[in-house]
């Protein structure tokens, strides 16, 4: 009973634990996080990580100790389970609408953090105004810009209109962000970071129109983040990094022995010789699957195989082009790196970890904090 | 603040929570568990419903209240969940491969429960046997045939041969299950049923054949299970029924008056005239996204409306195609139907309950149990 192939997925000490579970690989984790703080060291550019990628402690203490200059996170009960741990500098990456109750809770997040939110509508400046929270020291908001991705944020030239409106009615305005979300397709890397870099360069001439000063820069997604034009953006705030999965791998951001997370599953049932059954599905790995990936995760070990169908506890491989003898047997343990970390994790209550002296399980704490 | 156009999913008591978070309907899920046992009744079906669906205790009860046989579960660690709250007959319907920590798991749930589990192997049966549990009299064993879709589960014929090699070591055999989950096509429901008779049956031959009783012949899913071949099927056990989604919408089995579960969540963002942007994402509806379904989700009470595209956080909505009076505008909230129940469920950890005299949330007491 033992990961195939893949002594970094196997643990003596994962034998009594019942699969599928998630695995975060120890020292690859700590060289990501190495590698990615030196990479933004060297450039002089801030690393804010995204931790809604891990949602655990533990990791965001690694990351901060490496050199992070506070964390990233997309919702106001991400901040607060960090916040709880220690952290005190929160930038919440999402256009937060705040009613009564969660303004409520920012202000309670503010008696011990520095909390920086997006905005990108007066309808969300006004609400803060509306809830109090406009003249808070401790307070600061960045402008949310698109930069082709067609999700939330303002056009970058209408940036500068939104920061007066907000600065006049008391709040503090630390600049701008984007997410060259158009990473995410194979050879997208450096058109997105151009993309960022443009959007982020207009709306800081947008600022200046009005008078206002745009001192944070921010983009970042972990495709692209390696390719930041640093003549312009100031701060990069890539999450899957930390741990890599196979979208990272499919568009060649990262090699399988780069990544740190794996979903540890048996083998369950062999019906037909050209399929096998894993007990690993969508509640486990998550039913991501962009176009540009091949299958439902990567399955480690095993050349030839394809995970080709999942259902909730079933994944479906295909083994008709695996060598006979390399076919995992029924009872067997196999490594599958999930197609994305973060909707993975978000599926886990902890994480067993290999190759760390102090911890053997790490709670994935801000699990399910989605508002 | 208040569901658009739809006041099934409006209540006074959740102005305070903060969305995104899931709803169920609790006139609207009686009358679809008092409709299915109704329909089982009349037919002579046994009804066992999978509580994967909603992992939630109290919905269990109104389930057994009702009639319901028993609860059919995904793992024996739901099994766990639903026998810490009393419930007595339990059937994982899985091909369980037992290790020692599995197995004394097993015998844990004895004590309380009659537990019954799959086979599709002899590995399945091997493992059973070496750790203790073939003699237990609370514990049995149904065969898992394969009826078309090509997962986990034995070829028909070869039904009888296992279940004679389970007889002979000290199992009790009660019968054979299947999953017609081709069901999940358009158009397909009736063809699915007519695939779960035939392979039902033939297992019971090959029972005969090797001189071996086959009392229980379970099938169902939702789609299909209105469709059941009763002179064959014992059984069935359908799970979706009880909320229904924009899956069994797409399908046909469903009408959106038909679904007592959905997302509330609140238009962030209106960037452009063409789309708004909902503060739910992969992280709540889940990615689930069939063939047959059209966008990530139905959202309610906005005609021409689409979902169609999201993040984690972000739910980007088409409204090119909606009235001008009817877009919804940033800070409203609206109500959005998650393409697939069981997934979404498995997101949160509770859900709110309108139109329950006696609680207002039920926690999702199996969520997350995988193993």
Same mark, same amino acid.
């Given at each position: 009973?033992? &990961?195939?192939?893949?002594?970094?997925?196997?643990?003596?000490?994962? /034998?009594?634990?019942? +699969?599928?579970?998630?695995?975060?690989?120890?020292?690859?984790?700590?060289?990501?996080?190495?590698?990615?703080?030196?990479?933004?060291?060297?450039?002089?550019?801030?690393?804010?990580?995204?931790?809604?990628?891990?949602?655990?402690?533990?990791?965001?203490?690694?990351?901060?100790?490496?050199?992070?200059?506070?964390?990233?996170?997309?919702?106001?009960?991400?901040?607060?389970?960090?916040?709880?741990?220690?952290?005190?500098?929160?930038?919440? #990456?999402?256009?937060?609408?705040?009613?009564?109750?969660?303004?409520?809770?920012? *202000?309670?997040?503010?008696?011990? #953090?520095?909390?920086?939110?997006?905005?990108?509508?007066?309808?969300?400046?006004?609400?803060?105004?509306?809830?109090?929270?406009?003249?808070?020291?401790?307070?600061?908001?960045?402008?949310?810009?698109?930069?082709?991705?067609?999700? +939330?944020?303002?056009?970058?030239?209408?940036?500068?209109? @939104? #920061?007066?409106?907000?600065?006049?009615?008391?709040?503090?305005?630390?600049?701008?962000?984007?997410?060259?979300?158009?990473?995410?397709?194979?050879?997208?890397?450096?058109? &997105?970071?151009?993309?960022?870099?443009?959007?982020?360069?207009?709306?800081?001439?947008?600022?200046?129109?009005?008078?206002? /000063?745009?001192?944070?820069?921010?983009?970042?997604?972990?495709?692209?983040?390696?390719?930041?034009?640093?003549?312009?953006?100031?701060?990069?705030?890539?999450?899957?990094?930390?741990?890599?999965?196979? *979208? *990272?791998?499919?568009?060649?951001?990262?090699?399988?022995? $780069?990544? #740190?997370?794996?979903?540890?599953?048996?083998?369950?049932?062999?019906?037909?010789?050209?399929? %096998? %059954? @894993?007990?690993?599905?969508?509640?486990?790995?998550?039913? $991501? =699957?962009?176009?540009?990936?091949?299958?439902?995760?990567?399955?480690?070990?095993?050349?030839? &195989?394809?995970?080709?169908?999942?259902?909730?506890?079933?994944?479906?491989? $295909?083994?008709?082009?695996? $060598?006979?003898? =390399? %076919?995992? *047997? %029924?009872?067997?343990?196999?490594?599958?790196?999930?197609?994305?970390?973060?909707?993975?994790?978000?599926?886990?209550?902890?994480?067993?970890?290999?190759?760390?002296?102090?911890?053997?399980?790490?709670?994935?704490?801000?699990?399910?904090?989605?508002?």
């Amino acid at each position: 009973m033992h &990961a195939v192939n893949d002594e970094r997925w196997s643990s003596e000490r994962w /034998q009594g634990i019942a +699969t599928p579970f998630l695995a975060v690989d120890g020292p690859t984790l700590r060289r990501n996080v190495a590698r990615a703080q030196a990479l933004c060291d060297d450039r002089g550019l801030l690393l804010r990580p995204h931790v809604k990628t891990h949602k655990i402690i533990e990791m965001a203490r690694l990351q901060m100790d490496a050199g992070a200059r506070g964390l990233t996170l997309a919702t106001v009960g991400e901040a607060e389970s960090f916040a709880q741990a220690g952290f005190d500098d929160l930038f919440v #990456a999402y256009p937060v609408l705040t009613t009564r109750a969660v303004a409520d809770r920012v *202000q309670r997040l503010l008696e011990t #953090a520095d909390v920086t939110l997006g905005i990108d509508s007066r309808e969300g400046v006004d609400a803060l105004v509306r809830h109090g929270l406009a003249a808070h020291p401790r307070l600061s908001v960045l402008v949310e810009v698109e930069c082709g991705l067609r999700r +939330t944020g303002a056009v970058p030239e209408e940036a500068g209109r @939104l #920061a007066a409106y907000a600065a006049e009615r008391g709040l503090s305005v630390g600049g701008v962000f984007t997410f060259p979300g158009q990473a995410y397709a194979v050879g997208a890397a450096k058109s &997105a970071a151009a993309d960022e870099a443009r959007a982020l360069s207009r709306a800081a001439d947008a600022f200046a129109a009005e008078g206002l /000063q745009c001192a944070i820069r921010s983009g970042g997604a972990t495709p692209s983040y390696e390719a930041t034009d640093t003549a312009v953006v100031t701060e990069t705030r890539p999450g899957v990094y930390v741990f890599q999965d196979a *979208q *990272q791998v499919a568009l060649g951001t990262a090699t399988p022995d $780069d990544v #740190a997370l794996a979903v540890i599953a048996t083998v369950v049932s062999a019906p037909t010789p050209d399929r %096998v %059954v @894993l007990d690993a599905g969508s509640k486990v790995l998550a039913a $991501d =699957r962009p176009s540009y990936v091949d299958g439902h995760g990567l399955l480690l070990g095993v050349p030839g &195989a394809r995970i080709d169908r999942i259902w909730e506890h079933h994944g479906v491989v $295909d083994v008709s082009g695996v $060598d006979a003898g =390399r %076919v995992p *047997q %029924v009872g067997e343990r196999v490594a599958v790196v999930p197609n994305h970390a973060c909707t993975a994790i978000n599926l886990a209550d902890r994480v067993q970890v290999r190759g760390e002296a102090e911890s053997t399980t790490w709670d994935v704490a801000a699990r399910g904090k989605n508002g």
